[in-house]
Structures are given as structure tokens and as C-alpha cells.
């Protein structure tokens, strides 16, 4: 994972140090947060099964009963990725 993470972020950087100095840097901007997202949505469906969720939520530094709840959730993974405490312990780039 950590390889695709810095092949997408030098594909990603050249692209917004391109498009960034252009009128299109509000697209840059949502399409870097789209991609965050879906980075912690890649990581959460790694993990798949509810107690391997709360244990790496734990560990990354989320707090017991927040773990409990975003790792416990019936919500998709793509739902559960902008959740608060997914967001704090994936903070990715």
C-alpha cells in the first residue's frame, strides 16, 4: 500500500502544480479530497472484519468508545470514510 501511495501522490502533485496555477484550482482542491477519501476507504476495507477495525483504530490513536462505534457500523465503506473517527486515525498525506 505504501508503494501506491507515493506513485499516486507524485501522479497527483503533478498534476495540481499543472492545474494549480490555472482558474481550476477549486476542482484541484475537491479532487484531492475525493482521493483522500477514497484512500481511507481502500485502508478500511482492508481491515474487514469489525474487531480487526477497532483494534487498528486503537492503535492509530482513536479513542475506545469512538473505535467501537465507526468499527462497528453498518455504513459502507465509502459512508464510513468521512465518519470523524476514521478521518483522525487515516489522516493520509
Do not use: H
Amino acid at each position: 500500500m505504501s508503494y501506491q501511495l507515493f506513485k499516486t501522490s507524485q501522479y497527483i502533485r503533478g498534476w495540481i502544480n499543472y492545474f494549480g496555477i490555472a482558474k481550476c484550482y477549486q476542482l484541484c482542491c475537491d479532487l484531492d479530497n475525493w482521493i483522500r477519501r477514497r484512500v481511507r476507504m481502500a485502508y478500511w476495507r482492508q481491515w474487514r472484519k469489525p474487531r480487526t477495525k477497532v483494534g487498528n483504530l486503537m492503535k492509530l490513536g482513536v479513542y475506545y468508545k469512538m473505535a467501537i462505534n465507526c468499527g462497528t457500523t453498518s455504513k459502507g465503506p465509502w459512508r464510513s470514510a468521512k465518519t470523524f473517527g476514521i478521518n483522525e486515525a487515516l489522516f493520509v498525506f
